[in-house]
């Protein structure tokens, strides 16, 4: 069987958006962009652990492994450092999601990670599965 299930950190989180979200935002991007923009939707998390007992139901037994070796990460990133050192700018958008002109004037600061987004709740995870036609 699968139990106990394994996890790399019970704090891990991940960026969470269903299908009919992510054709939203590809829709919208393709009918606001010039050309040359980057578009970061702005998403919520889930932890790892709550997907869990969402899906399974609440004190499912699992162990922890720790984080692999390559870069696992306990938290996704959108927007890297790295990124940061571009002259972008993070302008609101009416959909939901940043764009970021490779061009435009220096100002985003903030790495956009999964710790930091709307935490989804197990409630809210068991009502998407269900949506999604993925619930036990």
């Known amino acids: 069987g699968i139990w106990p299930v394994n996890l790399t950190s019970p704090e891990m989180t991940r960026f969470w958006l269903t299908l009919d979200e992510a054709c939203r935002v590809v829709r919208a991007a393709v009918e606001s962009m010039c050309g040359g923009e980057v578009f970061v939707p702005r998403l919520r998390r889930a932890r ?12 499912t037994p ?3 492994s720790g984080l692999r070796h ?41 790495v956009v990670r999964s710790c930091d987004a709307p935490q989804e709740t197990v409630d809210s995870l068991r009502k998407l599965l269900a949506q999604a036609g993925c619930a036990k």
């Not at 869990?52 to 004190?59: R, S, T, W």
């Not at 990460?73 to 970021?100: C, M, Q, R, T, Y």
């Open 62 to 64: 699992y162990t922890v």
């Open 70 to 110: 390559g870069g696992e990460k306990v938290h996704e990133a959108l927007v890297s450092e790295h990124e940061l050192v571009a002259p972008w700018h993070d302008l609101p958008n009416p959909h939901g999601f940043v764009v970021i002109p490779p061009d435009g004037p220096a100002g985003l600061t903030t």
């Open 48 to 59: 790892v652990l709550d997907l869990l007992d969402a899906y399974f139901g609440d004190n």
